[in-house]
Nanobody, 129 residues
Framework: QVQLVESGGGLVQAGGSLRLSCAASGLTFSSFSRYTLGWFRQAPGKGREFVVAIRWSGSIYYADSVKGRFTISRDNAKNTVYLQMNSLKPEDTAVYYC????????????????????WGQGTQVTVSS
């Protein structure tokens, strides 16, 4: 059974940075290497929104709202994916969720909540103005 656990959220001022981590358990090194991972976020009163995804091949897809500010990376040896968030804005305030799938989604489908089989519990990011 795959479990995803996010960490690294917190309160930061606008313009600041945070790095989120998502550690996966229940996967071997080789299986994690074939795992497509995504980050989504959900602000109060809004739906869950795609942020970024990274395929097992290393291909990366960003939402336009975070392109140039956020960077996703993965360490297959540690079964962990990271989200470096720079130049944070108040509108980035949300609960951030890590998600994963062994599927082979297209670039468009990777942006959909329903594509992912496993989800973490979320970590709160609050950006003050």
């Amino acid at each position: 059974q795959v479990q995803l656990v996010e960490s690294g959220g917190g309160l930061v001022q606008a313009g600041g940075s945070l790095r989120l981590s998502c550690a996966a358990s229940g996967l071997t090194f080789s299986s994690f290497s074939r795992y497509t991972l995504g980050w989504f976020r959900q602000a109060p009163g809004k739906g869950r929104e795609f942020v970024v995804a990274i395929r097992w091949s290393g291909s990366i897809y960003y939402a336009d709202s975070v392109k140039g500010r956020f960077t996703i990376s993965r360490d297959n040896a540690k079964n962990t994916v990271y989200l470096q968030m720079n130049s944070l804005k108040p509108e980035d305030t949300a609960v951030y969720y890590c998600a994963g799938t062994f599927g082979l989604p297209t670039a468009q489908i990777m942006r959909l909540v329903g594509t992912y089989d496993n989800w973490g519990q979320g970590t709160q990011v609050t950006v003050s103005s």
